[in-house]
C-alpha cells in the first residue's frame, strides 16, 4: 500500500464515521413500530453479535487468499490487466459477465473515464473491478458478516496477495440506507443513488456502457453524462452490439458490457444486502434473547437500538425474492455475450428441467419470479430465526394465502415455484405441498 493510498484512506475514514454516527442518530427508536429494513439504519457492525471489523471471514476472497498464502493457488500476470484474469479464474467469475462503468463511482475515481471505464466482473458472492492502470477491486460476500473489501495491487514486487479494504473506507458508500443498513453491494445509476429490478428500464444506467439488443426501449447508458437528461434524449446510444470503435478497448478482457449481466446484477445486489441485514437483525434478536443482561451491558449491547421483527424483514425480503415489485420488461432485451446461455444452464434443476436460473427476458427477467440467490451460502448460513421466517412468509404467498392483489402476477407460476424448490431445496420445510395447476 503506497503512502498516498494511505493518507488518503485515513482522511476517508474520518468521513465514513461521520456519516455512522449522522446515519445512527436518524434512526427509527420505537420498537413496536414496524420498520422495513430498508428504512432503518441501526450501525450493528460493532455489536457483540456481529463484530463485522474483528471476526474472521469465510468469504471467497479469504479462502482463495488462505490458499495463496499456503502455496495452493498461484496467480498469474497476464498483459495490461495484470492479475485480473487470474484473479477471475480462481474465483470462478466468467469474462462474459463483464459491465463497463464510467462514472466516477469508486476509489479510483480519478483514473476512470469515458475511454478509460471501469469494468466490473462478478458471481453469486463475488463483485470483481479493474480500471486501466490501476489496482483491482474485491467485494466479496461473507455468508454471515455482509459484504467484505479487498484490493489487490498490481505491483511487481513480492508475490500479489489480497489487502481488506485499509481503514474500512469502502463503507463509507458501502454501509448505508441504500445497501440495507448492512455492508453491502450498490448499483448506482447517474442522478440516482440505487439501481435495484423495480427501477424502470429508461431510468438505468446512467453512466454506464450498455451492449445488447432492447428494440426501441430507451435507457441512459451510452451517453455523455452532461446530456443523460436531456430531452429528447440523445441518439445513437442504443442497441450497441460491441464497444469496439466507441473508446481505445486494449487491456479489457472483453468488448461487451451486456445488458442482461447488467439486468441480472441488479438484481442480484439488492437480494443480497436484505439478506446480510435480515440475518444481522435475527443474531442479534439471538443474542439478546439468550445472553444475561449483565453480560450484554458489559459487551456494549444498547437496549435503545432497535431490531427489526422477523416478520417485518421476511415481508420484505419475500416480495423482492419473489419480485414483486420488479418493472416490466416492454420489450424483449437479448444480450451480446454467452452470458444469458451460461447464466440460464447453471441449474439446480428440477424433475421436469425447470429451474430458477431460467431466464424470460421478454417481459421480466427469470422465467419463474423467485430468485436462485435462495440457492447461495449467504441464504443457506442465515440464523434459523430469519430462515425460517422466510419459509414462512414465501409458502405463505405461493400458496395464495395471502390474497394481496399484488401477488395476482404469480397465479401461473405459483405451482411450478414450489415443485421447483421442493425438488432443489433439501432443507425446505414440509408445508411446502404440491399446488393444484392451473
Known amino acids: ?37 430498508t428504512e432503518t439504519f441501526v450501525n450493528w457492525a460493532g455489536h457483540p453479535a456481529i463484530r463485522y471489523l474483528s471476526e474472521p471471514t469465510t468469504d471467497p476472497v479469504a479462502e482463495l487468499n488462505r490458499k495463496m498464502q499456503s502455496g495452493q493457488v498461484e496467480l498469474r500476470r497476464d498483459g495490461p490487466a495484470g492479475y485480473l484474469r487470474s484473479v477471475l479464474d480462481a474465483l470462478q467469475v466468467s469474462t462474459d459477465t463483464q459491465m463497463m462503468v464510467f462514472e466516477k463511482d469508486s476509489v479510483q475515481a480519478r483514473r476512470i473515464s469515458a475511454g478509460n471505464p471501469r469494468s466490473l ?39 500479489p496477495s489480497f489487502t481488506r479494504d485499509p481503514a474500512n473506507a469502502c463503507l463509507i458508500c458501502h454501509h448505508n440506507f441504500a445497501s440495507g443498513g448492512a455492508p453491502g453491494m450498490l448499483v448506482r445509476s447517474a442522478g440516482q443513488y440505487s439501481v435495484t429490478h423495480s427501477v424502470p428500464f429508461e431510468k438505468r444506467w446512467g453512466g454506464w456502457y450498455v451492449t445488447g439488443q432492447h428494440g426501441s426501449l430507451h435507457h441512459l447508458g451510452n451517453t455523455d453524462l452532461e446530456h443523460v437528461y436531456d430531452e429528447p434524449p440523445p441518439s445513437g446510444t442504443s442497441n450497441w452490439t460491441s464497444l469496439a470503435g466507441k473508446f481505445d478497448t486494449s487491456g479489457y478482457l472483453a468488448e461487451q458490457s451486456d445488458v442482461v449481466a447488467l439486468t441480472v446484477f441488479e438484481h442480484q445486489m439488492h437480494m443480497m444486502n436484505l439478506l446480510t441485514r435480515m440475518g444481522w437483525e435475527a443474531r442479534v434478536i439471538d443474542y439478546r434473547r439468550t445472553v444475561p443482561e449483565a453480560r450484554r451491558k458489559a459487551e456494549g449491547d444498547d437496549p435503545s437500538d432497535k431490531t427489526v421483527s422477523m416478520e417485518d424483514a421476511a415481508k420484505e425480503v419475500v416480495d423482492y425474492m419473489l419480485f414483486a415489485d420488479e418493472a416490466p420488461l ?23 428441467g425447470r429451474s430458477l436460473r431460467q431466464l424470460d427476458l421478454t417481459r421480466r427477467l427469470l422465467r419463474y419470479p423467485c430468485s436462485y440467490m435462495i440457492y447461495s451460502a449467504q441464504f443457506e448460513q442465515l440464523p434459523a430465526l430469519a430462515k425460517t421466517a422466510i ?26 415455484i414450489v415443485d421447483i424448490l421442493r425438488d432443489t431445496k433439501p432443507d425446505l420445510p414440509k408445508t411446502f405441498t404440491p399446488l393444484a395447476r392451473r
Not at 464515521?17 to 420498537?31: D, H, I, K
Not at 458472492?125 to 483491482?136: K, L, M, Q, T, Y
Not at 414462512?392 to 394465502?401: A, D, E, I, N, P
Not at 390474497?403 to 402476477?409: E, G, I, M, N, W
Open 121 to 159: 466482473f462478478f458471481n453469486d458472492s463475488v463483485a470483481v473491478g479493474w480500471v486501466r492502470g490501476g489496482f483491482i477491486e474485491l467485494a466479496s460476500q461473507d455468508p454471515r458478516q455482509g459484504v467484505v473489501f479487498y484490493i489487490l495491487e498490481q505491483g511487481f514486487l513480492g508475490p
Open 1 to 37: 500500500m503506497t503512502e498516498a493510498f494511505r493518507v488518503k484512506y485515513r482522511a476517508l475514514v474520518l468521513l465514513a464515521a461521520l456519516f455512522a454516527a449522522a446515519a445512527v442518530a436518524a434512526a427509527a427508536r420505537s420498537e413496536s413500530e414496524s420498520r422495513p429494513l
Open 330 to 352: 416492454p420489450q424483449p432485451i437479448h444480450g451480446a455475450t454467452t452470458f444469458a446461455d451460461r447464466f440460464s444452464a447453471l441449474g439446480p434443476k428440477d424433475r421436469k
Open 391 to 416: 419459509y414462512s412468509r414465501l409458502w405463505t404467498v405461493l400458496s395464495g394465502k395471502d390474497r394481496d392483489p399484488k401477488y395476482a402476477y404469480l397465479a401461473a407460476d405459483r405451482a411450478a
